[in-house]
């Protein structure tokens, strides 16, 4: 079985590196950018041999002519009047010269470029930057790591060594900022300002720092804090005109808010003085109980791809599923059938009104968040046809060294990922009716590398190898 989940991993290795996509979701795509890497390195060095030979020459003949001339200008009749030096000066001039003319212009980092070029065309984009920060950040709130933690690259697990600069957090927190996600700016510019005091060298300046830290604050309600950060600001900075304008608004709000009641005071004028914010609330009822979960916290059972829009129904990429994906016909190759023909004998139940056998690859903070595997909705053409999906069988294909568990929020159960192991359920009662206790969720992989792949059983076919029960809870 491991075996040939191994050679499964490699054909779809082929099939997901022969798509051009987001590099963050899928770390086996992700491992390309390694060797791109490691050939422009390459091509980089040996730019860097052609120059140092040219700049070689021209520096030997800077010094060769420095000691002519010296001799040369020190009595110019007396080095004129041999025949041979006034030849050699008037051949240097026409002659040498200009071919050092063209040794200087010669263009060593032809190569380069070249090589350089072509590579950009795979580069990531804005967009993986974007997501690649959106990931770490994920990693942050499940996992309660603090940004110090992870500038230090304190992970468990973790086979190599790997920090984050003054820039790299300042890049983070720009990132946030630009997405609207001031309580993630807050705590990257704050690191930031820890990095820059202790006295590590940076690109970035704390006037920079200051200006989008202040505004982070100001939008979280923190006036106070705004105002103060501000000031602080000017004093670095006196002719910073954004900042001026900010402290003279700041200092109006706060005057306003001073001349209103205690009841009637906004929430910025009742914001945290200490620079703590409460992470905002999002969409996902059962966050906490997930992320708990995920956390190994609270558990009482051990054990980029797409989705469906659900006002469409059309298959498409979401924020809350960070994955690639393949669907793996029996055709493809032998090891497809015989995995396919394996979770028949185990189950009971028939292949062939499943769905293909999906095959996923999580990358920088690879998740599912809570979900239902069976359709709630009525349009689904398969409904009519294959049924609703009546169970999950979902094969681990790798070991991931921490995080990346799947979990069930409503049975307080985790199940945490190790190759050649795989767990099954059923998602419908035997009534037809969905059995809500089934809503899961894949959690982050905080360090390595998670490969799975699931088969999705459907109804039809299945009526005399799992029959109906005779009450709708059955």
């Known amino acids: 079985m491991k075996l040939q989940m191994t050679m499964l991993l490699m054909a779809l290795f082929c099939v997901l590196t022969c798509v051009q996509a987001e590099f963050f979701t899928s770390i086996g795509h992700m491992t390309d950018l390694i060797y791109a890497e ?24 800077a010094s060769k002519m420095e000691a002519l001339t010296s001799k040369s200008a020190a009595d110019p009749e007396g080095y004129l009047a041999h025949p041979v030096n006034a030849y050699k000066l008037v051949k240097r001039l026409n002659t040498d010269w200009p071919a050092l003319e063209g040794l200087v212009l010669q263009d060593s980092a032809a190569g380069f470029l070249a ?61 946030a900022y630009n997405e609207g996600d001031y309580y993630h700016t807050v705590l990257w510019m704050e690191q930031v300002l820890k990095q820059l005091d202790a006295g590590e060298e940076a690109v ?70 200490e620079g703590i914010y409460e992470r905002p609330a999002d969409y996902l009822p059962e966050r906490e109980v997930y992320e708990s979960l995920c956390r190994g916290e609270g558990v009482k059972l051990l054990a980029r791809a797409t989705v469906r829009d659900p006002k469409t129904g059309v298959l498409t990429v979401a924020s809350y599923r960070v994955s690639k994906s393949s669907w793996l016909e029996e055709d493809d190759d032998p090891v497809v059938a015989r995995v396919n023909q394996r979770m028949q004998h185990i189950t009971g139940l028939t292949v062939k009104t499943a769905e293909l056998l999906q095959v996923a690859n999580y990358g920088m903070g690879g998740q599912y968040e809570p979900h239902f595997d069976f359709s709630r909705r009525p349009f689904d053409s398969g409904l009519k046809t294959e049924g609703n999906r009546l169970a999950t069988f979902l094969n681990y294909m790798s070991d991931v060294e921490a995080g990346g568990a799947t979990v069930f929020p409503d049975l307080g159960a985790a199940i945490w990922p190790k190759k050649g192991t ?39 076919g299945q009526e005399f190898l799992r029959p109906c029960g005779s009450t709708e809870v059955d």
Request: charged content about 30%.
């Open 422 to 460: 795989a767990v099954f359920w059923y998602n419908l009662l035997r009534s037809g009716e969905g059995d809500y206790r089934t809503r899961h969720a894949a959690c982050p992989v905080l360090v390595g590398c998670k490969w799975v792949s699931n088969k999705w059983f459907h109804e039809r």
């Open 115 to 175: 090589n350089l070029s072509v590579q950009r065309q795979f580069f990531p984009t804005d967009e993986d930057e974007s997501g690649a920060a959106k990931a770490l950040m994920r990693l942050q709130d499940t996992y309660r790591l603090d940004p110090g933690t992870i500038a230090r690259g304190e992970l468990p697990g973790t086979k190599h060594q790997a920090v984050l600069s003054v820039d790299d957090c300042f890049g983070m927190g720009r990132s």
């Open 38 to 61: 490691k050939d422009l390195v390459q091509s980089l060095k040996e730019y860097i041999l052609v120059e140092e030979a040219r700049l070689s020459k021209i520096k030997s003949w």
């Open 204 to 273: 970035i300046t704390k006037s920079e720092v200051l200006d989008y830290l202040s505004y982070a604050v100001f939008q979280l309600g923190d006036l106070h804090r705004a105002l103060e950060l501000t000031r602080r600001l000017l004093s670095l900075d006196p002719s910073h005109e954004r900042a001026g304008g900010n402290l003279r608004y700041f200092e109006r709000l706060l005057e306003e808010e001073r001349g209103k009641p205690l009841s009637n005071q906004t929430d910025s004028a009742l914001a945290s003085q």
